[in-house]
């Protein structure tokens, strides 16, 4: 592709992006009223957010894998489409039933676009591009959740099933914007060659394998962290709802720059391995300070570093996997996604139980599990690009 072509593509694909996660996070503040005039539980709002990720770990290699066969525009299209129907659904649904399929559509939207977004991106950019393209990519996810909930909260306050219909009107123009605009990468061998390779022998391919181990037991650490962190903070710090949201707003503020400016510089000078080394070690040694913090500001500071290492890790890992997948882009975004998935299901169940038992527990085993991946990643052997 041509510079000026291959701008315009990434434009629209991260546009596309942009919008799912604007429209997830419209619907965040108004989930708290839309539960208590559906009469829901707790165990079924847990139960719901489970069947997206459910949906989206099963989803994932499969989309991952169709997008390497079939293209990286048709899951995206098809993907938007799902999209604003799961959010059209829930924003009509008046029965649990309704709400649950819902949420596994919405999961297998996410697998859907995501992986594919990835491929397409790693497929019109060079190995020098990619770290600021993955960065972007990051910074598209990370200011749909920042902007999305201010959003959401105005639409709130005039119907609270708003928020969805907007959502699936985003999903809706996004449909158009890629069927229209989108045009298919070019991709380095023909889908005949990509078929002859497995899933499994992508999973267990010498330079994807660690960092596939690492994913896995570092998804723990980060959804374990993040799914309990207001409630950790109101028990332990007193911390109020504005409190709260300063603290998350302003991080996720602090990350989106990092990731828009500095990722790519960072990665350039230390490498994505570097980087998540760093992020670990970082990550570990504020949440075990984050404990033993006394004051409010204390904890603002660890909180600030914790979630900049976090959302720092997720594009370095990316960026390090799309370096060595070949032409399996789809498949290895696709597993990528349903590792992660498995923490954001047992992440917050480990988390909730420890909590039960004791409010410093979960960070404890956090602090662990970052540790432990920090470990890990000394060990972590980096193959030349390009392995396949």
Known sequence: MKTKETKRMLLIVISNLFMVFLGIGLVIPVMPTFMHQMSLSG????????????????????????????????????????????????????????????????????????????????????????????????????????????????????????????????????????????????????????????????????????????????????????????IYVDLNFGFSVKDIAVVITASGVFALIAQLIFFDPIVRKIGEVGLIRLCLLASSVFVLAMIFAQGYWSVLICTFVIFLAFDLIRPAITTFLSKHAGSNQGSVSGINSALTSVGNIVGPILSGTLLDMNTHYPYYVVVVILAISFVLTLMWKVAPTKTY
């Not at 719901?48 to 048709?74: C, E, T």
């Not at 919405?106 to 960065?135: N, Q, Y």
């Open 43 to 230: 165990q079924t709002m847990g139960y719901l957010v489970a069947a997206y990720a459910m949906a989206q770990l099963v989803f994932s290699p499969i989309a991952g894998r169709l997008s390497d066969l079939f293209g990286r525009k048709r899951m995206i299209v098809i993907g938007m489409v799902i999209f604003a129907l799961s959010e059209f659904i829930f924003g009509i649904g008046h029965v649990v039933s309704l709400l649950y399929l819902s949420r596994i559509l919405g999961g297998l939207s996410a697998a859907l676009i995501f992986p594919s977004v990835m491929a397409f991106v790693a497929d019109i950019t060079t190995l020098e591009e990619r770290p600021k393209a993955m960065g972007w990519v990051s910074g598209a996810v990370s200011g749909g959740f920042i902007i999305g909930p201010g959003i959401g909260g105005f639409l709130g306050d005039i119907s609270t099933r708003l928020p969805f219909y907007v959502a699936a009107i985003l999903g809706l123009v996004g449909f158009i914007f890629a069927f229209i605009f989108l045009k298919e990468p070019e991709h380095e061998e023909a889908s005949e060659e990509v078929a002859k390779t497995s899933l499994k022998e992508v999973i267990l391919t010498p330079a994807l394998t660690f960092p596939f181990l690492i994913i896995l037991i570092n998804a723990f650490g980060l959804a374990a962290f993040e799914s309990i962190y207001s």
